[in-house]
């Protein structure tokens, strides 16, 4: 095997991957290296995979459960490991900007952690890009560790005993419509507003498109530190911006980022990424 080699993207988060195809089973040992990479770095990216869905379902499965697609899953009730991020359907056809899934997704440009609106949110999300835009189609990352490190102690210990109330409709219905079905299948639910990553130790604050208010607070008071958080998460030096290139699989940690599309005009260019998801362990209020 060659070696495998980390090499930092940013400051705050992410290291670029080599020598390891992660399309094929992948040794003890290097995944022991990857997952301690994951709690450093919060976001690696592996470049030139020669993916495909079930190599993808597989890589996903070695970090914990996939979690089923909740757009899917809450609409239809089918249970799907594996979503479509982007404006393609075919080899031949694809949205523009104006298409209702175009403008759905668009609720992805919101600074937010996957599935954050989840009793059992998800750990980690896996990406890969199999078309990407000429212009355009980032998605930056911001790391909620090193913002929270930023903070007084002071200010961290009034953070540390609050919970926040995360809600998908709340967030979403300010972008586009949400089918019913899909709403009613993810009523608000509560979650520790700071977590430890159970490896290293480190802490965060945990917040996002999603999160509506902190419980006990006026909704004044909530938007106010809510907004406060995100703001300083996310100033312009603490953001990583990743220009997909074909080929890339990214992995990152739910737990501690936040991402957003950077967005893209889909009336005249293709984007097409696969997304898994793996499962966090349980309720963040049992953390
Ligand atoms: C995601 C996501 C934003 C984008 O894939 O989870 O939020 O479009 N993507 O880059
Ligand atoms: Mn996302």
Do not use: Q
């Given at each position: 095997m060659r070696r495998l080699q980390f090499e930092p993207l940013h400051d705050e988060l992410g290291a670029r991957v080599t020598g390891?195809?992660?399309t094929k089973p992948i040794a003890g040992d290097a995944l022991v290296a990857i997952c301690e990479a994951l709690d450093e770095y919060s976001l690696l990216c592996f470049p030139g995979q020669d993916m495909n869905d079930a190599a993808q379902l597989a890589f996903t499965r070695r970090f914990g459960e996939p979690e089923p697609n909740h757009v899917k899953l809450g609409a239809t009730g089918v249970i799907d490991y594996l979503g479509t991020v982007g404006n393609v359907i075919d080899a031949n056809t694809k949205q523009g900007n104006d298409a209702p899934r175009t403008r759905y997704q668009?609720?992805?440009?919101?600074w937010h952690s996957d599935?954050?609106?989840?009793?059992?949110?998800?750990k980690f999300s896996i990406n890969h890009a199999y078309e990407v835009p000429g212009e355009g189609g980032a998605t930056q990352f911001a790391s909620m560790r090193t913002g929270y490190e930023r903070l007084s102690e002071e200010r961290q210990k009034t953070l540390d005993p609050l919970q926040v109330l995360h809600d998908y409709v709340f967030s979403r219905s300010q972008v586009a419509p949400v089918d019913p079905n899909h709403a009613a299948s993810l009523p608000p639910i509560e979650h520790k507003l700071v977590r430890t990553?159970?490896?290293?130790?480190r802490k965060n604050y945990y917040v996002g498109s999603h999160a509506r208010s902190i419980i006990g607070w006026t909704g004044i008071e909530s938007r106010k530190l809510i907004d406060e958080l995100l703001e300083q998460t996310t100033r312009a030096e603490h953001v990583y911006a990743h220009q997909w290139e074909v080929g890339d699989t990214l992995i990152w940690d739910n737990r501690c980022l936040l991402h957003r599309g950077a967005g893209y005009d889909a009336d005249k260019w293709r984007r097409m990424m696969r997304q898994t998801r793996v499962s966090g362990v349980g309720p963040t209020l049992n953390e």
């Open positions: 390891i195809d992660i668009r609720g992805n440009n919101l599935s954050s609106f989840r009793l059992v949110p998800a990553n159970p490896g290293n130790g």
